[in-house]
């Protein structure tokens, strides 16, 4: 129902305006913030993109989730609500040393994302890190890259991601079939995350 037939007529517009963006992004020409609301307006301006396809393609929903979640993460931290939790985890894990704490700090931060956007996971889980560091008196870093790869590992349920959704129902998927392909490989990527962190960004 909301297919629209593809208009070819204005794509070396848009390819030019795209090779803009990139050039402006990469060589830091003006702040990406800027540059970005520049490109999208000129998109608009140019004729490549309609209004209503421009708003039709916010996702207000990961939008309102991100802003939220910035809210949560600043509340944990000033509540000592993170530090608690932080606390918990450290004292639980800290007499088997840093490589348990940062596999429990990354499943925590699995969970999350599987919970909620990669982008929410990330920022909610950020205060955690920072603290376990503090309380074991270790680098932050390795924490830090930690929840990194932990928000991206969303596999295992189709919520996590905008593509798993898009997926989901034309694909004919169930649950179950991305908790069965989406469990193992977070077993796995956790378990190199956990070997290889370290060694890149030591305690």
Same mark, same amino acid.
């Given at each position: 129902?909301d $297919?629209r037939?593809?208009?070819?007529?204005? *794509?070396?517009?848009?390819?030019?305006?795209?090779?803009?963006?990139?050039?402006? #992004? &990469?060589l830091e020409?003006?702040?990406?913030?800027?540059?970005? *609301?520049?490109? @999208?307006?000129?998109?608009i301006?140019?004729?490549?993109?309609? /209004?209503?396809?421009?708003?039709?393609?916010?996702?207000?929903?990961?939008?309102? /989730?991100?802003?939220?979640?910035?809210? &949560?993460?600043?509340?944990?931290?000033?509540?000592g609500?993170?530090?608690?939790?932080?606390?918990? *985890?450290?004292?639980? &894990?800290?007499?088997?040393?840093? $490589?348990?704490?940062? !596999? !429990?700090? $990354?499943?925590?931060?699995?969970?999350?994302?599987?919970?909620?956007?990669?982008?929410?996971?990330?920022v909610?889980?950020?205060?955690?890190?920072?603290? +376990?560091?503090?309380? #074991?008196?270790?680098?932050?870093?390795?924490?830090?890259?930690?929840?990194?790869?932990? !928000?991206?590992?969303?596999?295992? &349920?189709?919520?996590?991601?905008? /593509?798993?959704?898009?997926?989901y129902?034309?694909?004919?998927?169930?649950?179950?079939?991305? #908790?069965?392909?989406?469990?193992?490989?977070? +077993? +796995?990527?956790?378990? @190199?995350?956990?070997?290889l962190?370290?060694?890149?960004?030591?305690?």
């Amino acid at each position: 129902d909301d $297919y629209r037939p593809l208009r070819r007529h204005r *794509l070396w517009i848009a390819l030019a305006l795209f090779a803009g963006l990139v050039t402006c #992004m &990469t060589l830091e020409l003006i702040p990406t913030e800027i540059s970005s *609301l520049l490109f @999208a307006v000129l998109m608009i301006a140019s004729g490549c993109l309609s /209004t209503g396809e421009a708003h039709r393609s916010i996702e207000w929903q990961v939008l309102l /989730t991100v802003a939220a979640s910035f809210a &949560t993460g600043a509340a944990l931290q000033k509540s000592g609500a993170a530090a608690a939790i932080a606390g918990m *985890l450290v004292e639980a &894990t800290q007499s088997a040393g840093p $490589y348990v704490t940062l !596999a !429990a700090l $990354y499943l925590m931060g699995v969970l999350a994302s599987e919970l909620l956007s990669n982008n929410a996971a990330a920022v909610l889980m950020f205060p955690f890190g920072i603290e +376990v560091a503090r309380q #074991m008196e270790v680098s932050p870093r390795p924490f830090i890259m930690a929840i990194v790869f932990s !928000a991206s590992a969303c596999f295992a &349920t189709p919520i996590g991601y905008q /593509t798993h959704m898009m997926v989901y129902g034309p694909g004919g998927y169930q649950f179950s079939d991305f #908790m069965r392909v989406g469990l193992p490989l977070d +077993v +796995v990527l956790a378990a @190199a995350a956990t070997i290889l962190i370290p060694i890149f960004f030591p305690f």
